[in-house]
C-alpha cells in the first residue's frame, strides 16, 4: 500500500511538472511613459501684448516628466531653429539662463523620452528688455510657486499704473483662462511716477489645469490699447 502512494506522488509530480511546462510564458508589460512638458516659462519677464520682455538676468524655466534629454530651440525673424541649450538627465524643473543672448523672435522646448520619442512645447514670442528700469515689481507670488487662496499680492509698481489708487489683477490658468480678477489699492500717494507699494489679496475656485499666471496691469481709464501694460508671474497650482 505504502509503495503505491509512494509511486501516485510520483506521477502527480510529473503530471504537475509537464503541466508548468506548456503553460503559455506570461510576458511583463511595461506602460508607456511618454515625455511631457507641463510648463514653458521665462522668468523674470512682463508682458507687451502677446510677447514676452526678457532681461539678462532671465532664465527658460521647464516642467517636464518622463524626459531623459531636453533642449531648448529659438527662432528668429529671418533665422532657422537653433538649440541654444540641450540638457541630459534633468529633474523635473530646469533652469536655462538667457543671459546676454538679447533674443528676437521665439523660443521653445523639445524633450525626448527614453524611447526616442520626442514632443515640443508651445512657443513663446519673445524679445529682449532694452530698458532695464523696471516698472513692477513683485514680492508675492514668487514666480513658479504653487498658490492657493486666497492669493496674497504684494509689490510695488510705477504711479502710472494706478488709477484713482486702484490697479487690475488677474490670475489665469495655462490655457488663458480667467480665474478671478480684483482691484489692488496703492498704499501711499499714487499720483506720481515713483513707486507706490500696493498689498492685497484674491480669492480663487480650484482651478482644473497645473499651472497658469498672476496678471498685473495699469489701470488704463481710456481703453485704448496703445497705453495698456501688463506684467505677468508664471504661478503652479498643485
Same mark, same amino acid.
Given at each position: 500500500m505504502?509503495?503505491?502512494?509512494?509511486?501516485?506522488?510520483?506521477?502527480l509530480l510529473a503530471i504537475i511538472a509537464l503541466a508548468l511546462k506548456f503553460l503559455p510564458e506570461r510576458k511583463q508589460v511595461y506602460q508607456k511613459q511618454e515625455p511631457i512638458v507641463e510648463e514653458i *516659462?521665462?522668468?523674470? @519677464?512682463?508682458?507687451?501684448?502677446k510677447t514676452v520682455v526678457h532681461g539678462s538676468d532671465s532664465s527658460v524655466v521647464l516642467h517636464t516628466k518622463n524626459?531623459?534629454?531636453?533642449e531648448i530651440l529659438y527662432q528668429g525673424a529671418d533665422a532657422d531653429a537653433d538649440t541654444i541649450f540641450r540638457k541630459e538627465l534633468p529633474n523635473n524643473e530646469e533652469r536655462f539662463l538667457l543671459g546676454e543672448l538679447r533674443l528676437e523672435g521665439e523660443v521653445w522646448a523639445r524633450v525626448y523620452g527614453a524611447d526616442g520619442t520626442s514632443v515640443e512645447s508651445r512657443h513663446i514670442p519673445i524679445t529682449y528688455e532694452r530698458q532695464q528700469v523696471p516698472e513692477v515689481v513683485i514680492e508675492s507670488p514668487v514666480a513658479n *510657486?504653487?498658490?492657493?487662496?486666497p492669493l496674497v499680492l504684494k509689490g510695488k509698481a510705477r504711479g502710472t499704473w494706478f488709477f484713482e489708487a486702484?490697479?487690475?489683477?488677474?490670475?489665469?490658468?495655462?490655457?488663458?483662462?480667467?480665474? =478671478?480678477? +480684483?482691484?489692488?489699492? =496703492?498704499? +501711499?500717494?499714487?499720483?506720481?511716477?515713483?513707486f507706490v507699494e500696493f498689498e492685497g489679496k484674491l480669492s480663487f475656485g480650484a482651478p482644473t489645469a497645473n499651472t497658469g499666471?498672476?496678471?498685473?496691469?495699469?489701470?488704463?481709464? @481710456?481703453?485704448?490699447?496703445?497705453? =495698456?501694460?501688463?506684467? =505677468?508671474?508664471?504661478?503652479?497650482?498643485?
Open positions: 505504502k509503495g503505491k502512494l509512494f509511486f501516485g506522488f510520483w506521477i *516659462s521665462i522668468v523674470p @519677464s512682463r508682458m507687451d501684448g524626459v531623459v534629454k531636453e *510657486s504653487i498658490i492657493s487662496t486702484n490697479m487690475p489683477v488677474s490670475i489665469f490658468d495655462e490655457n488663458n483662462k480667467l480665474i =478671478a480678477k +480684483g482691484p489692488l489699492q =496703492a498704499k +501711499g500717494e499714487w499720483m506720481t511716477e515713483d499666471y498672476v496678471l498685473f496691469e495699469n489701470d488704463n481709464p @481710456s481703453g485704448l490699447p496703445e497705453y =495698456a501694460k501688463s506684467f =505677468a508671474v508664471p504661478v503652479r497650482f498643485r
